[in-house]
């Protein structure tokens, strides 16, 4: 059982690229989502979904893209990297249980844009 | 905007317990308070909930106060693996999931 799979686990990429990070969970959950950590900081939402098909935003969703074509996959694209979005990358997955969500997180993509 | 208070940081001696505190007295009737912990570099691991009873596992306890203003987690015998930043999360499970918002959490050290 892998969990929530991230790749790439390092990433850099120049201003104006585009890119995408790839997020995988195979515990047949319903719930995505894609948080970033900056330096000394707590994870900021930047997308999530509810299922296959369905997206929305989360705190920091400026400069970000994602897709829920099926339960397993969860994309998250750059459309043109800032250095702003230098950071790190979490994707989560998690099931509805009764009593309360419990969340797995992947072990996180570290991007660096110059 | 995070919706708990932690201390900044925190020690602990090898193999005593280690009781983090937290402050959440806004808290709802349909919040659950979560606990996670990050091991540097590491995504962040789930480590227990409740709503309003005590509850234990493999890893912690968790203390609720009766009016559910704030609680404690509890590990009974910390190790140097147990250093981490430490975060409570109030959790509305009337809402879509993994709409987690983390503030800074507490930093626990644990000396030898």
């Known amino acids: 059982n892998a969990g929530v799979t991230q790749t790439p686990k390092f990433q850099v990429l120049k201003t104006g690229q585009s890119m995408t990070l790839q997020c995988a969970q195979d515990?047949?959950?319903?719930?995505m989502s894609w948080y970033r950590q900056d330096p000394g900081m707590g994870l900021r939402l930047i997308h999530y979904s509810v299922g296959a098909g369905i997206t929305d935003q989360g705190e920091v969703p400026n400069g970000y893209n994602v897709s829920r074509s099926t339960t397993e996959d969860f994309p998250l694209r750059l459309l043109s990297a800032a250095p702003s979005q230098t950071s790190v990358y979490f994707c989560?997955?998690?099931?509805?249980?009764?009593?309360?969500?419990?969340?797995?997180f992947g072990e996180g993509s570290w991007l660096t844009v110059v | 905007d995070a919706k708990t208070t932690q201390p900044p940081s925190m020690d602990c001696a090898e193999g005593r317990a280690a009781n983090l505190p937290c402050n959440h007295s806004t808290i709802s009737g349909n919040e659950y308070v979560y606990w996670y912990r990050q091991i540097h570099s590491q995504g962040p691991q789930y480590i227990i909930h409740g709503l309003k009873n005590n509850e234990t596992n493999e890893m912690a306890s968790l203390i609720i106060t009766e009016d559910r203003k704030s609680s404690t987690l509890i590990l009974p015998h910390a190790t140097l693996r147990d250093t981490a930043v430490y975060y409570c999360?109030?959790?509305?499970?009337?809402?879509?999931?993994?709409?987690?918002?983390f503030g800074a959490g507490t930093i626990l050290r644990v000396k030898s």
């Open positions: 999360i109030v959790v509305n499970i009337m809402e879509y999931g993994n709409k987690l918002v």
């Open positions: 989560a997955s998690s099931y509805t249980g009764v009593s309360g969500n419990t969340i797995y």
């Open positions: 515990m047949n959950h319903e719930y």
